[in-house]
């Protein structure tokens, strides 16, 4: 519609008419009363125009005038304009608001309507120009067409911006409006070709100058400029293109040092997990196994987060080159994302042995320990009792003995044989626990080996020398008439019942281990059955009392003089008693040590327990946020921005469950402490939580990445949501492999989607799809045929094109011109890769701006 001219400024439309009218050697005076006739009017749309209208009348009449008039408003019509209540009646007239409307029509059609800026039109494209433009500079802030330019700031920074060297900017004030808006028209009159349209009093006095007017004079530095926008809009274009090769650029670089770096980092710890050399004690298998749970908890994780980072930045490049039509990233040899994988599928299989050797290598330590002390404690009591042994065998004290004393001696030798025959055992499971420690490759079996040789060495001496002193007993035993039988009585019967209080307190004292709660309670029982015994024990330490206090009744019956201990035995009433008291005290300690014991296994069943409960809810949650980031995958309901969204929020979710993993992780660092190795209450592993937590981290990491692909394809490619929607839906009928089709499924999808094929075409769609021929189609290359024919991309020919305007039609370029044009960074760029120009038609120096543009896009020749 024609916009109404009131209040339009009479002298701003008349300079602007004249400014072209001067261009046919003519001008008007009265822009109410010059063009009534419609003469000049024709003339001045032949000059904006540059086209021939009609022969005008050449009559003076009315309708002379009328009809002049009516062939200019045609021809305004005839360019798209609709005049609305505008008729040449009212122009031949003389009307004043009819006429500035009609000339404000024609500076909208002429020297407004064609601006275009980033797909804006007349007004927002002069405005969007204007604030391009000035926005460099201080003091100016361009947001319409009216007290923005109160200051003259933004005209003055129009002209500085294309002729710097006509303005010195830096001292304008912005205090001084009227000096800055006349030093502007000054200039633009004077240099520029810009007739004087404005005043400035009127507008630095006016509280909101005249929009029309502004536009007007403002619209002509935009035609005055025109030619410098074509070498800008090229430059934008080059800095563009540039731009993304640039970032390109980084992002290969950071690629291939995270590579470096997670190789690096997997290539130091392999050989650390495959050292399997055992330590010697406990305590140092105990500190492997908390190194490695550092390891788990502290160092791992961290590169779990950077391989995962790694491919979901291999993606994004590679998305990134192939929608700007580069050629695909190769990453150094041994880099590419399977040469990772490869990798860390590797350190996973060391990692798994190397918990598993700690974990049995500490088990076997643990039973070496366990039996390394009871030897030894075997060991004291055995040397304990054979202490002085052998002095006593070989003492020849009978031959200068009584009859008695003999006798007593032959006896005393008969219950050492017995004692003897009773440690017989005691010596074998010397033995035999040697056996075992060498057979575990016990750390200290040469000491081992040395005790029990010297035991068994000892114990054959003690053997011979044994029999060697019966002999000599026996042949004197002919000699003797009397015994004394109640010694010897006593004598018999005490040894044994010493030996079984030595074995009593053995067995009370006996290290034991256990893994549960039914081992402890078969012990319990063991011990219980033992105090049952007790009471009979008792009746014979009373009956051997009973022999005792026999002898001493005869001895005080018959005045037999006791001027010795017993004969036969160095076990007295004294010796028997203490050790039956130590006995009963053993007692109460061996059980506090069972229910001590007992209350450690409770404690474990309950760590089991709590372990169970949680990984049998931790495990089947992971499994279900699997499937749900699943189902999120497929499901083409909903936007790719509503897919993102439920996504986040189970990333979310996903990280606010991280503290039950770590929770679960601390109690099975307790587990492994109170060295729990089994749990019959679930069929879920630390190890498979991990596994479980890690490919859930990735999946959603993974996929969300996908989608951001997607939504990248979508906005590069100028795909519709419902292009998008009905793209997936037809994947997703024909995907049989999980993300994949094969060549006869996607052959199936394209002709459900209207392709008529032959083979000769199908077989080049497939080297579309599937360059590297590995017989499957993904998603992301169905969606990049899918719209390779309409994509508009920047190519190869575009870049050489803008670069040609900036090199002013040559096939070459200077590198002051690429200073000149471009920004600082994108010219050094261009400047350090640019080939020198092979031509005599070129300054030295000159650049090869066509071979850098086609290697831009990967083509060795246009």
Known sequence: RTPAAEGAPLPTFTAWCNSHLRKAGTQIENIEEDFRNGLKLMLLLEVISGERLPRPDKGKMRFHKIANVNKALDFICSKGVKLVSIGAEEIVDGNVKMTLGMIWTIILRFAIQDISVEETS?????????????????????????????????????????RPDLIDYSKLRKDDPIGNLNTAFEVAEKFLDIPKMLDAEDIVNTPKPDEKAIMTYVSCFYHAFAGAEQAETAANRICKVLAVNQE????????????SELLEWIRRTIPWLENRVAEQTMQAMQQKLEDFRDYRRVHKPPKVQEKCQLEINFNTLQTKLRLSN??????????????????????????????????????????????????????????????????????????????????????????????????????????????????????????????CQGICDQWDNLGTLTQKRRDSLERVEKLWETIDQLFLEFAKRAAPFNNWMDGAMEDLQDMFIVHSIEEIQSLITAHDQFKATLPEADKERMATLGIHNEILKIAQTYGIKLVAENPYTVLSIQHINNKWESVKQLVPMRDQMLQEEVARQQSNERLRRQFAAQSNIIGPWIQTKMEEISHVSIDIAGSLEEQMSSLKQCEQNIVNYKSNIDKLEGDHQLSQEGLIFDNKHTNYTMEHIRVGWEQLLTTIARTINEVENQILTRDAKGISQEQLNEFRASFNHFDRRNGMMDPDDFRACLISMGYDLGEVEFARIMTLVDPNNTSVVTFQAFIDFMTRETAETDTAEQVIASFKILASDKTYITVDELRRELPPEQAEYCISRMTKYIGNDAPPGALDYISFSSALYGESDL
């Not at 390109?248 to 040092?257: D, I, R, S, T, W």
């Not at 798994?352 to 320990?369: D, P, Q, S």
């Open 122 to 162: 007349a007004k927002e494209g002069l405005l969007l120009w204007c604030q391009r433009k000035t926005a460099p500079y201080r003091n100016v802030n361009v947001q319409n067409f009216h007290i923005s330019w109160k200051d003259g700031l933004a005209l003055c920074a129009l002209i500085h911006r294309h």
């Open 248 to 259: 390109n650029e980084k992002l290969m670089e950071e690629y291939e040092k995270l590579a």
């Open 326 to 451: 580069r050629p695909a990233f190769m990453p150094s040899e041994g880099k590419m994302v399977s040469d990772i994988a490869n990798a860390w599928k590797g350190l996973e299989q060391v990692e798994k042995g190397y918990e598993e050797w700690l974990l049995t290598e500490i088990h076997r330590l643990e039973r070496l320990e366990h039996l390394a002390e009871k030897f030894r404690q075997k060991c004291s009591l055995h040397e304990s009792w054979t202490s002085g042994k052998e002095e006593l065998l070989v003492q020849k004290d009978y031959e200068s003995a009584s009859l008695m004393e003999v006798r007593a001696l032959m006896r005393k030798h008969e219950a050492f044989e017995s004692d003897l025959a009773a440690h017989q055992d005691r010596v074998e499971q010397i033995a035999a626990i040697a056996q075992e420690l060498n057979e575990l490759d016990f750390h200290d079996s040469g000491t081992i080996n040395s005790r």
